[in-house]
C-alpha cells in the first residue's frame, strides 16, 4: 500500500492569516490526491480532486498544488468557518486508495 | 441533489450481526461505485472498500476482507454493509461515499463525492 503522511498534525493559526498543510506520498502517485475537509460531528466533504482543482462551490481562498509525491493544500486567510481537520486522499488505484493522518486546524 | 442517506445510529452486543445501509438519490445508482469509510472514535478515516452497484463486485481492502460483506440492490438504489458477528473493535462511524470517474488529460481520476451522513455503530455488552 502507499503510506500517507500530512504535516504538520495540527495547527493553530488567527483569523486571516495564510495556512499551508502538507502531504506526502510513499510512492509517486502523479496527481491522484484529493484533499477533504471534516467538521467537527460532520461527514468529511470534497474540497480538491486531481491536486489542484478546486470543487465546485468550494471558497477560491483554498488551493492546493503538487505532483508526484508532495502536495500542499494552502488557505489563503482563514476564516472561523475553516476549523476543521483536513484529510488527504491519494486514490492512484490500484494497488489502494488510501487516507493521511489528518490535520486539525484551529484559530488561535 | 445528489444525496446519500445512510441508516441510523445501531447499538449491538458482542457477536451479534448487523446491516447498514446507505440510499443514493439524484444520479444513475448504478453509475458509480460506492464505498465505505470507517471511522473510529477520535481517529483518521479508513478505507473498507467498494462496490459496484450495476454488478455487485466488491473490493475490499485487505484490513477488512473476511470481517465485512458489501453488498447493493441496484433496484431500490442501497448499498448495505454487513457484519455477522460484530465486536467491540466495530464501534465506529461508518460513511458511504459516491466514488466519481472523470478522464483529466488522459488520465482516469476516481475522487469521492458526496458522502453520506454517517452511522454510528456502538457494540458493547
Known amino acids: 500500500d502507499i503510506q500517507m503522511t500530512q504535516s504538520p498534525s495540527s495547527l493553530s493559526a488567527s483569523v486571516g492569516d495564510r495556512v499551508t498543510i502538507t502531504c506526502r506520498a510513499s510512492q509517486d502517485i502523479n496527481n491522484y490526491l484529493a484533499w477533504y475537509q471534516q467538521k467537527p460531528g460532520k461527514a468529511p466533504e470534497l474540497l480538491i480532486y486531481?491536486?489542484?482543482i478546486l470543487q465546485s462551490g468550494v471558497p477560491s481562498r483554498f488551493s492546493g498544488s503538487g505532483s508526484g509525491t508532495d502536495f500542499t493544500l494552502t488557505v489563503s486567510s482563514l476564516q472561523h468557518e475553516d476549523v476543521a481537520t483536513y484529510y488527504c486522499?491519494?486514490?492512484?488505484?490500484?494497488?489502494?486508495?488510501?487516507f493521511g493522518p489528518g490535520t486539525k486546524v484551529e484559530i488561535k | 441533489e445528489v444525496q446519500l442517506v445512510q441508516s441510523g445510529a445501531e447499538v449491538k452486543k458482542p457477536g451479534e450481526s448487523l446491516r447498514i445501509s446507505c440510499k443514493g438519490s439524484g444520479y444513475t445508482f448504478t453509475n458509480n461505485w460506492i464505498n465505505w469509510v470507517r471511522q473510529m472514535p477520535g481517529k483518521d478515516l479508513e478505507w473498507m472498500g467498494r462496490i459496484d452497484p450495476s454488478d455487485s463486485y466488491t473490493n475490499y481492502s485487505p484490513s477488512f476482507q473476511g470481517h465485512v460483506t458489501m453488498s447493493a440492490d441496484k433496484s431500490i438504489s442501497t448499498a448495505y454493509l454487513h457484519w455477522s458477528s460484530l465486536k467491540a473493535s466495530d464501534t465506529a462511524m461508518y460513511y458511504c461515499?459516491?466514488?466519481?470517474?472523470?478522464?483529466?488529460?488522459?488520465?482516469?481520476?476516481?475522487?469521492?463525492?458526496?458522502w453520506g451522513q454517517g452511522t454510528l455503530v456502538t457494540v458493547s455488552s
Open positions: 461515499v459516491r466514488q466519481l470517474h472523470h478522464l483529466l488529460s488522459g488520465n482516469k481520476h476516481k475522487w469521492f463525492d458526496p
Open positions: 486522499q491519494n486514490y492512484s488505484d490500484p494497488p489502494g486508495i488510501t
Open positions: 486531481a491536486a489542484s
